[in-house]
């Protein structure tokens, strides 16, 4: 049989499994469960018409699902995927909040707690715990909070707390080993004793041997004189050999490598084994201690029962523990096989119980046993807290012959390999090929040793989240997927050729890759940062997704970048053949670009000619997308001036997506370079990448000057602060009237605007407003200018004959637009007659689909229009008699009324912000007290029913923009900045 179904753990599912979730059999209070989330999330609930509350008693709480949206879970998913700088803030946040659910404030106290414990920082992890404590209904309400709690309390000598813990998991979880091992270790911790003491040991063991008992397993004793550590165990008694000649025969596999310390206990506790027929391979990696006279020591030392034998086998260099296990398993005669770690200790009936449970089933192909983690001195825990201390042990796969001759051998890697062949025999024989012997019940005990590949570096247990374990098992498991037969996943001792990419990290042997997956390639280029990318794309952050499969699937398509060092839309406008198919523009690269010498950002020649002796100044602009808007246009005039008082213009962009907008740059520019940076954030740090790269640019093009158009940006300045380079901030925003602002800033205003002032030399302010708020030392005003050449008046073309009067809001379509404010105002005349229709110019979103849904239900007034987005200003203002500007926030200029009253109509505005530096009241339009739309209605009233007066107003409001907007004001004023560029200049030096 072959069974195609993927096996592989998933990181980063949208749906947790069960574990992530926690069995959460505890009764949810009807004001935690959340109906309609419940419903939108699990849809075959939906589907079905059953009542979710009901649905989720009866059947969702044991099949893992959540009553109500847990952000913590998110949240927490990311913090072990290179997202704590970010995630943990969060999680502190949540866990605190009062107007938060218990399932997601215990959770979020799980989630720290955890991080705190992998950290060692306890005295914290113990704090956040402390929500257990008076929990009704905690969550997760498995037994890992009290496991660690016990843990954290030892460790803090908080003996009162680890009590009650111990005390908590006697109530709700007696039977499990993990109480009978948090007893072991409270005894000993708590008893402040002798960790020596031979009556304590006695103890020690007593309550670990009655769970042995309870399993009808034989007891253990320690050593001579109370002596009682990992190295010491023993059965307590003369066990019966189980199996005759006849019975399978069992090889075990010991790769040993500088283990001298170690190994005789693994050889001692393999010698006590009661099943009959044992070979014991031990293949000695070249140590370079004394791990090989240990061998040969045991061997002439050990007097072996019948049907044991131990053979000892030697590599004369190093090549890693799988390439060790292969050698032993080309020797190897037993009916099955399995592999023992050089520094583990085993039960003596662990080999008789796998073995005994694959002659009662046939059917299967191998089992494995559970087992527990411990130091020397029999403290038990796990690396990372879990629900249990006590799991599944992937190295004590024990399989029939037949899968050797199927799967042949271990990848030859230093990390994860047992893994690797635990999924590849699931992917062969199927889901249900293996069985678990005794889960619960640790069979093994692992030494925790700080100095495994699984304890430090690269190749530490965490990286499995994030780093090279990651890595492999997403490569693996792709190697499985595609795999159309058994004999595609067969795999020789030392093969020629591998048949899947993994880090140099855990392989070094150069070999070539056969069928070489483009996935594999891009991930492990080094050109995706997890970090980065989280960092860079909030709307991520509470989505439960693998990061990588994101961008490969999702983000690549949507113009997202991998990392600060390739620029995805970048390389696309460089190379568009890269953009056809289905593979990413990083693929194209690694594949393609980077063998032709390729760069991977995009560095596109200007049309503007370099001017010796004339200011070198680096304009960054932000993210600009498939629409502009005020801001990328204000940019474009920013750059003719530029140009015009002679300056030499190097222009960074975040992204190419749209080919226009970079091509009306380089008309402007000597060149334009298209790197990946992103928007500052509290807690988010500058990319050391990225901060290079500016340094590097600063430097190769001379750059006197650094130019940011917007205050979101931080490491252009931070590069220009480091090299002495004078720097301005071009200021759009108002931050103590933008809320939406300061929240994805992650900050509050007076952060913001105290952060301008460290960063910026000169603030280029777009309004006095915006002067004002920020209160700068040295700034100077800039606004946005029109060009009256490219604004025909519109008056004539007003409303005549039967065609009614149309009043237009040009934005984003974005609600802190005053979208509601619009739907409204269509609402009020329609209830008046009066004879005018409201347009809705802008690009299509959710916001307006939903409301061309209400619109259909006959929810709102049927006069509102949609027409869509409107590439050019002139082209939307031909659609308007009259402009509304509605915004929910204080507009620090607003580059759409000013059009408008180039194009001579009307405006009606909100009076905040610096709409009354554009907009004189009765004379080019009216101003309204914010959120008064009966006002702004009687003001749009009036205007639809007086054409002169219409007409009156877009005359005044045209020769005001022709006063106070042209193109010269912002030469002026540019002008006055860069003269303070020069004497900042002078103070640098």
């Not at 093969?495 to 070489?516: H, N």
């Not at 509290?682 to 050391?688: L, W, Y």
Request: proline share 5%.
């Amino acid at each position: 049989m072959f069974c195609i179904k993927n096996l592989w753990p998933r990181h980063g599912r949208k749906r947790p499994n069960a574990y992530a979730l926690g069995r959460d059999d505890t009764p949810v209070a009807a004001d935690q469960f959340d109906s309609q989330w419940y419903l939108q999330t699990y849809p075959d609930v939906a589907a079905a018409g059953v009542d979710p509350w009901v649905h989720y008693i009866n059947h969702g709480r044991s099949e893992g699902r959540l009553p109500s949206r847990n952000r913590a879970l998110a949240w927490e998913h990311h913090l072990w995927r290179g997202g704590d700088k970010l995630m943990m803030p969060r999680l502190v946040h949540l866990a605190e909040a009062l107007e938060a659910s218990d399932h997601e404030r215990h959770y979020a106290a799980w989630a720290i707690a955890r991080w705190y414990a992998v950290n060692k920082n306890w005295p914290k992890a113990l704090n956040y715990l402390q929500q257990f404590q008076s929990a009704l209904h905690p969550y997760p309400a498995h037994a890992g909070p009290y496991l660690l709690t016990l843990e954290a309390a030892l460790q803090c000598g908080h003996l009162d707390v680890a009590q009650w813990a111990m005390n908590i998991l006697t109530q709700r979880f007696a039977g499990q080993a993990d109480v009978v091992l948090a007893e072991a270790n409270l005894l000993v911790l708590g008893m402040g004793g002798d960790k020596q003491d031979g009556e304590l040991n006695r103890r020690r063991l007593d309550i670990i041997n009655r769970f042995f008992a309870r399993h009808r397993l034989c007891t253990l004793v320690g050593g001579d004189f109370g002596v009682l550590n990992l190295d010491s165990l023993r059965s307590a008694e003369q066990l019966a050999i189980k199996g005759d000649n006849s019975a399978p025969k069992v090889s075990v596999i010991i790769p040993a490598y500088n283990a001298e310390l170690t190994l005789a206990t693994a050889l001692r506790s393999l010698c006590e084994q009661t099943w009959r027929n044992l070979e014991i391979l031990v293949v000695d990696d070249a140590s370079k201690d004394t791990t090989r006279q240990v061998m040969e020591d045991f061997e002439r030392n050990t007097r072996l029962r019948p049907g044991l034998e131990i053979r000892l086998l030697h590599h004369e260099r190093n090549q890693g523990a799988y390439a060790a296990r292969n050698t032993a398993l080309a020797q190897a005669g037993g009916d099955l096989i399995t592999t023992h770690d050089s520094d583990d200790w085993s039960h003596p009936q662990k080999i008789e119980c796998q073995v005994k449970a694959l002659l009662r089933m046939p059917d299967k192909v191998g089992c494995t046993s559970h087992w527990v983690r411990t130091t020397d001195g029999l403290h038990f825990s796990h690396w990372r807290p879990e629900e249990s201390w006590v799991y599944r042990n992937v190295s004590s796969l024990m399989f029939h012959r037949s899968v050797v001759e199927t799967l042949g051998f271990w990848d030859r890697v230093s990390v994860n390999a047992d893994t690797e062949y635990y999924y590849r025999l699931l992917k062969v024989f199927g889901e249900d090929a293996l069985e678990e012997v005794l889960p619960g019940v640790p069979l093994s005990f692992g030494r925790i040793d700080n100095n495994s590949l699984s304890q430090r570096g690269e190749t530490h247990l965490d990286t499995r989240f994030y780093g090279v374990r990651k890595d492999y098992e997403d490569a693996a498991r792709r190697w499985h997927a595609r795999a159309e037969s058994p004999g595609d996943l067969y795999l020789p001792a030392n093969p020629s050729s591998r048949p899947f990419l993994v880090p140099e990290a855990i392989c070094c042997e150069g070999k070539l890759v056969s069928g070489l997956n483009p996935m594999d390639l891009a991930q492990q280029s080094g050109y995706f940062d997890a970090t980065w990318y989280l960092e860079q794309y909030p709307d991520l952050h509470e989505e439960l997704v693998d990061l990588f499969e994101h961008y490969w699937t999702v983000g690549f398509t949507e113009g997202r970048d991998p990392g600060p060092g390739f620029s995805t839309s970048g390389y696309g406008y460089r190379f568009p053949e890269a953009r056809v198919g289905n593979l990413s523009t990083l693929h194209h690269y690694l594949a393609v670009g980077r063998t032709q010498g390729v760069e991977p950002l995009a560095e596109i020649t200007g049309r503007q000619a370099y001017r010796p002796g004339a200011l070198n100044m680096l304009v960054c602009a932000h993210q600009a997308g498939e629409y502009l808007y005020g801001a990328e246009r204000s940019l474009l005039d920013v750059l003719s001036s530029l140009n015009k008082l002679g300056v030499n213009l190097v222009v960074a962009l975040p992204s190419a997506i749209n080919t226009d907008y970079v091509e009306a740059i380089r008309s402007k520019a000597r060149a334009v370079i298209v790197l990946p940076y992103g928007w500052w954030r509290d807690g988010r740090a500058p990319s050391s990448v990225t901060l290079a790269q500016f340094k590097h640019l600063i430097e190769r093009f001379s750059i006197r000057a650094v130019y940011t158009n917007t205050l979101v940006l931080d490491e252009p300045l931070l590069a220009a602060r480091a090299l002495n380079v004078p720097t301005l901030i071009h200021v759009r925003e108002l931050p103590y009237r933008d809320v939406a602002l300061c929240r994805v800033l992650g900050t509050d205003a007076g952060s913001i605007t105290a952060r301008v002032r460290e960063l910026a030399d000169i603030v280029v302010a777009s309004s006095k407003a915006v002067e004002r708020e920020i209160g700068a030392r040295s700034s100077v005003i800039v606004p946005n200018i029109i060009d009256l050449t490219r604004y025909r008046p519109l008056c004539d073309q007003d409303a005549a004959g039967d065609r009614l009067v149309r009043i237009a809001l040009i934005s984003s379509n974005l609600p802190k637009k005053g979208l509601a404010d619009f739907v409204e105002l269509a609402q009020r005349l329609e209830q008046h007659a009066i004879p005018a229709v409201c347009v809705l110019v802008g690009p299509e979103n959710e916001h307006t689909r939903d409301l061309q849904i209400r619109q259909k239900s006959g929810e709102i007034a049927k006069c509102l229009q949609f027409a869509g987005y409107a590439a050019d200003p002139q082209e939307a203002l031909t659609l308007a008699d009259i402009v509304v500007n509605l915004s929910h926030f204080q507009e620090s200029f607003g580059r759409t009324v000013l059009e408008a009253m180039a194009t001579a109509r009307p405006v009606v505005a909100y009076h905040w912000g610096a709409l009354p530096e554009l907009i004189e009241d009765g004379n080019t339009g009216f101003l309204v007290p914010f959120g008064r739309v009966d006002v702004v209605a009687q003001r749009v009233i009036e205007l639809v029913l007086n054409k002169e007066l219409r007409q009156r107003l877009g005359r005044a409001g045209r020769r005001r923009a022709a006063e106070n907007f042209s193109g010269n004001t912002m030469l002026d004023q540019l002008g006055i900045a860069l003269s303070m560029v020069t004497e900042n200049a002078h103070s640098l030096q």
